[in-house]
Nanobody
Framework: QVQLVESGGGSVQAGGSLRLSCAAS????????MAWFRQRPGKEREGVAR???????TYADSVMGRFTASRDSSKNSLFLQMDSLKPEDTAIYYC??????????????????WGQGTQVTVSS
């Protein structure tokens, strides 16, 4: 079993930045692929970015060029640097893990482990 804990959410004005962190309780083959998802109010959960161990991140079109995902595999950590934030980025952001990375950013059913989520609110 793997526990994922997110941190770093908060409130920011449009154009601002936030950095999210996710700490996995341990590294196993089940955390080879780690990802960020978000769930905006009234919307389904959607992929934001995913990255394999020592891999190149893949991003959703909506965040390309504004968000940067990175990993510190030695510390079982995942990060999401969010710049040029927009009100439509307001959501609960979740960290997720799986043994194999899906095509693209994937869907929720592609990931086995989930964090509890952290709220990001962007005001105009």
């Amino acid at each position: 079993q793997v526990q994922l804990v997110e941190s770093g959410g908060g409130s920011v004005q449009a154009g601002g930045s936030l950095r999210l962190s996710c700490a996995a309780s341990r590294y196993t083959s089940s955390t080879n692929c780690m990802a960020w998802f978000r769930q905006r109010p009234g919307k389904e959960r959607e992929g934001v970015a995913r990255i394999a161990s020592y891999g190149i991140p893949t991003y959703a079109d909506s965040v390309m060029g504004r968000f940067t995902a990175s990993r510190d595999s030695s510390k079982n950590s995942l990060f999401l640097q969010m710049d040029s934030l927009k009100p439509e980025d307001t959501a609960i952001y979740y960290c997720a893990a799986a043994s194999i990375c899906p095509r693209g950013v994937g869907a929720p059913h592609d990931f086995n482990y989930w964090g509890q989520g952290t709220q990001v609110t962007v005001s105009s």
